[in-house]
Nanobody, 120 residues
Framework: QVQLVESGGGLVQAGGSLRLSCAAS????????MGWYRQAPGKQRGLVAT???????NYADSVKGRFTISRNNAKNTVYLQMNSLKPEDTAVYYC??????????????WGQGTQVTVSS
C-alpha cells in the first residue's frame, strides 16, 4: 500500500513558477517510478513527467524545457519544478507512483490532486 500527498499548487501569473511536491508513504521500497499527471476541466488525465528508479525521465512535449521532475535521495518525494508557466498549464496536478512487487504484480497509485491556475 502506498499513499501520496501533493502540495505546492496555487495561483500564478503567466511566466511565473511553481514547485509541486509529492510525499510517498507506506511500502515505498517497492516503487520503481513516480511522476505527475494533470487534468483540465472536460479533458482526460494526461502525462506531464515521470522519473524511474534508474533516473530516466520522460516529459510531455508541451512541457519540455519548462518543467523539471526530480526525486530526493530516499526516493520518497518527487518534485515538479514548473517554470515559464502558461495559461494552458492550468489543471489539477496528480502525483503518480508505480509499484512493482516481487511476484511481478504491479499497482498504480494516485494522490488527491493539487490545483494549479495560471492567469493570463
Amino acid at each position: 500500500q502506498v499513499q501520496l500527498v501533493e502540495s505546492g499548487g496555487g495561483l500564478v501569473q503567466a511566466g511565473g513558477s511553481l514547485r509541486l511536491s509529492c510525499a510517498a508513504s507506506g511500502n515505498i521500497g517497492s516503487i520503481n517510478a513516480m511522476g505527475w499527471y494533470r487534468q483540465a476541466p472536460g479533458k482526460q488525465r494526461g502525462l506531464v513527467a515521470t522519473v524511474t528508479d534508474g533516473g530516466s525521465t520522460n516529459y510531455a512535449d508541451s512541457v519540455k524545457g519548462r518543467f523539471t521532475i526530480s526525486r530526493n535521495n530516499a526516493k520518497n518525494t518527487v518534485y515538479l519544478q514548473m517554470n515559464s508557466l502558461k495559461p494552458e498549464d492550468t489543471a489539477v496536478y496528480y502525483c503518480y507512483a508505480h509499484q512493482l512487487l516481487r511476484d511481478q504484480t504491479t499497482y498504480d497509485y494516485w494522490g488527491q490532486g493539487t490545483q494549479v491556475t495560471v492567469s493570463s
